[in-house]
């Protein structure tokens, strides 16, 4: 009885899961990653005019952060001489005097209205520098931009500008409130972006399964069969590159180290990776068994399916942080027993 359980379940995987590509799925692949792309540019593009359309028109900081952010919250205003660091949290910060060290806003901006002998830096802010003021070190702007007056910043030739734009609305509530981490708004930018999300994972699933038939045929299986074996060693890796992978690297030297952690973080992408398209195939599959007819089912709808399931798991609110460790873990242990195909046994 298990041995014919056994005989099906790879029959219908390793045969009939992974058709030959047809013409029509050629072409309706080539429309999604085409569709996929010009999603990409729309979003890039109205994300450049939006920080474009950005400019400061008042020298006044309290009637800036209205304008752009709604912000009631008031602006730590630093006047005189401070000889310690300047941290504005959840709020931005002012500098009207002389600091002699940094100033760093988190979830607001940085106005620059005296002198800053260390850094400057703002996470879901901009910087602003005035006529007449000076920073000494470098400045560093995580979702705005790095705003001055018409004439030449008085900098220091050494010091360098890093700046991130891009998602400064988003940066700022998350800075101010990191409870929506767990519970994103529901907006019109969040759904599309969920959807796009939806979308690349399924190409990637497409290329992935067109390059590689029979490795996630025999990794859906084995996630069919030993779902328990492959959990428990996934939560084992999970363990030793949560724990022991720092440790290492801690006490490694630093060459060694860096080398070591380049080679972890590609693992883990790549895991990451073939795990997800191995359970949006099987997920997939199995929707495609319980709701649609024989004559209905198709590689390209099941793994459509699959992507689309598993990102909306991922957006539910205090649930996804559960469902990507679990995707994670279920990812690791397909990887690590990717070779084996042979003796498996139902769990």
């Known amino acids: 009885m298990r041995v014919r359980f056994r005989r099906k379940i790879l029959n219908e995987f390793t045969f009939q899961f992974f058709e030959p590509l047809r013409a029509q799925q050629l072409v309706c692949r080539a429309l999604t990653l085409a569709f996929a792309l010009i999603i990409l540019v729309a979003a890039a593009r109205a994300q450049a005019d939006d920080h474009a359309n950005i400019q400061p028109t008042s020298n006044d900081s309290q009637q800036h952060s209205k304008s752009n952010g709604n912000d009631d919250v008031a602006p730590l205003v630093v006047e005189g001489a401070n000889d310690a660091d300047v941290f504005g949290f959840g709020r931005s910060v002012v500098v009207r005097g002389n600091v002699k060290k940094g100033a760093m806003a988190f979830g607001g901006d940085v106005f620059v209205e005296g002198v800053v002998e260390g850094d400057v830096a703002a996470i879901g802010g901009s910087v602003y520098q005035r006529e007449g003021s000076r920073i000494g070190g470098d400045v560093m702007v995580l979702g705005g931009a790095y705003h001055h007056g018409k004439t030449a910043p008085q900098r220091n030739p050494e010091s360098t ?9 988003e940066l ?13 708004q529901w907006s019109k930018l969040y759904f599309g972006l969920r959807v796009l999300a939806a979308l690349l994972w399924f190409v990637a699933s497409l290329g992935l399964t067109a390059l590689l038939p029979g490795t996630i045929s025999r990794a859906a299986t084995r996630l069919q069969l030993t779902s328990t074996h492959v959990a428990v060693i996934g939560f084992c890796a999970a363990i030793v590159l949560c724990v022991g992978v720092p440790m290492s690297l801690w006490m490694l030297p630093s060459v060694i180290g860096a080398f070591v952690g380049l ?31 024989e004559t209905n089912r198709s590689e390209s709808l099941a793994l459509l399916l699959g992507a689309c399931v598993w990102t909306a798991l991922t957006s539910l609110p205090y649930v996804w942080p559960l469902v990507v460790a679990g995707l994670l873990v279920a990812s690791l242990g397909l990887t690590l027993t990717a070779q084996r195909q042979r003796n498996w046994v139902v769990s």
């Open 263 to 293: 080679l972890i973080f590609f693992f883990v992408c790549m895991a990451t990776l073939f795990g997800r398209v191995v359970i949006h195939a099987a997920t997939g599959r199995w929707i495609e068994r319980r709701f649609l007819p």
């Open 161 to 169: 500008t890093v700046m991130f734009a891009g998602y400064e609305t």
């Open 172 to 184: 700022r509530s998350m800075m101010r409130d990191p409870s929506v981490l767990l519970a994103p």
